[in-house]
């Protein structure tokens, strides 16, 4: 984040973390004072005529947060919901300021960069996806746990080689962006991982978090679930996400307790989610939208059945 500081010229960087990381704030607070204990922040970093320093922030709670401009209301005390763009940060961002926002991932990767070149890290991934993405692969799999791997290598290999296949079951479908993003049938699992290749199938990398469920899973169960989540986070800004969420979570939740809703309901499912799609003003109400619609096609003849 120094570097990133010195490259754009700003004096102040923030990393904002999530209420519920109590351990992780732990260390980022150690590793703050270890930085600035050997000059690597604070007044004239390494001896040069160049200061710069961290404030870490902590959320209160929203997932929603995980969007730039909600992250900004969030450090500035306000209500954690969307802004409307443009402006964008990198005009009027943070305090009305021209405002740099990565990931802490990405910026992770500079110090890496700045000592090997960028053509040593052009060489890792392939296609339009270069370097490597953090993995978070979940309680199912044999091998769960973080993994660093090069774009390019396919979800197969992920599913069965680093994860070493589900603990019990067979596998019914992957989900490698987070709850937010179409799930990757079996039939497709051969796909590369790599931002504009799972795009094109309705699936995303987003924060890499590889969900795997087996034959057990129940799709309306877990359409249900997710639109709750979604529903509940939503920041409340835009209509669609606000309530075209909860509509969508009410139907399935009639769903799992009944076994069916009426036929007419399918016509405005298919409605909610395209205006989800096509009009939320960020990831949270577009990625639901992905989500169902991705189930809706690649377990039709499950879903089928609810719409009757």
């Not at 270890?34 to 922040?41: K, M, Q, S, V, Y």
């Not at 700045?114 to 339009?128: C, M």
């Not at 989610?273 to 990831?283: D, N, V, Y």
Request: aromatic fraction near 8%; charged fraction near 25%; hydrophobic fraction near 40%.
């Amino acid at each position: 984040m120094a570097i990133a500081g010195y490259a754009v010229g700003a004096a102040k960087g923030y990393v904002y973390l999530r209420k519920e990381y109590p351990r992780a704030r732990a260390a980022l607070e150690q590793a703050l004072v270890e930085a600035r204990r050997d000059g690597f922040l604070g007044e004239r970093i390494v001896h040069r005529d160049f200061s710069f320093d961290v404030e870490l922030v902590i959320g209160q709670g929203s997932y929603v947060c995980g969007e730039e401009t909600a992250l900004l209301n969030s450090i500035e005390g306000h209500r954690p919901e969307v802004r409307l763009r443009p402006p964008y940060p990198s005009e009027s961002g943070l305090f009305g300021k021209p405002t740099l926002i990565n990931n802490v991932e990405t910026l992770a990767s500079i110090p890496w960069i700045v000592r090997n070149g960028g053509e040593a890290f052009r060489r890792l991934g392939f296609s339009n996806s270069r370097g490597t993405k953090v993995l978070s692969l979940n309680s199912l799999f044999r091998a769960p746990g973080l993994y660093e791997v090069e774009f390019g290598a396919t979800i197969r290999d992920i599913v069965e080689d680093l994860g070493g296949g589900l603990k019990t079951g067979t596998l019914k479908g992957v989900i490698v962006g987070g709850p937010l993003a179409g799930i990757i049938p079996p039939q497709l699992i051969d796909t590369p991982l790599g931002f504009e290749e799972l795009a094109r199938i309705g699936a995303s990398v987003g924060h890499g978090g590889v969900i795997a469920f087996d034959e057990h899973t129940s799709i309306a169960e877990l359409v249900h679930h997710v639109f709750d989540f979604g529903a509940y986070e939503s920041c409340g800004k835009c209509t669609p996400c606000r309530l075209g969420s909860r509509r969508i979570e009410r139907m399935f939740q009639q769903v799992v307790e009944t076994g069916r809703v009426p036929a007419r309901e399918k016509k405005e499912c298919t409605e909610v989610l395209s205006a989800l799609e096509m009009t939320s003003l960020c990831g949270l109400g577009t990625g639901l939208a992905e989500f169902a619609q991705s189930a809706l096609r690649h377990y039709a003849e499950e879903l089928e059945t609810c719409f009757s």
